[in-house]
């Protein structure tokens, strides 16, 4: 696979019923429109180090491994995440 065409990897820590989790999931999936995402969402529910890590602060949003966002994810910051990502894959 090419540089340019690389998945940027966006992984949401969540759990059922978490309202701000669907809405930073629906963010993710409109930016996905414009930008080469892979989504990947974590129950912290299944796994109890996560439910240690994350229980109070969820959704926990990484980009490409790096922790982005906590609790809220802003749109307009989303977009230049992707945005910076996308820049350095055609570098």
């Known amino acids: 696979m090419d540089k340019i065409n690389k998945k940027i990897v966006v992984t949401i820590y969540t ?3 978490c309202g701000l989790c669907e809405e ?3 963010k993710v999936l409109c930016a996905s429109r414009e930008f080469p995402i892979q989504l990947e969402v974590v ?3 299944q796994d109890p180090l996560l439910v240690l890590e994350y229980d109070l ?3 926990v949003v990484f980009i490409d491994g790096e922790k982005a ?3 809220r ?3 307009k910051w989303l977009y ?3 945005e910076i990502r996308s820049r350095k894959q055609v570098e």
Do not use: T
């Open 15 to 17: 759990r059922k019923g």
């Open 24 to 26: 930073a999931k629906e």
């Open 43 to 45: 129950d912290i529910a």
């Open 57 to 59: 602060y969820i959704p």
């Open 69 to 71: 966002f906590v609790s």
């Open 73 to 75: 994810m802003d749109e």
């Open 80 to 82: 230049r995440e992707l």
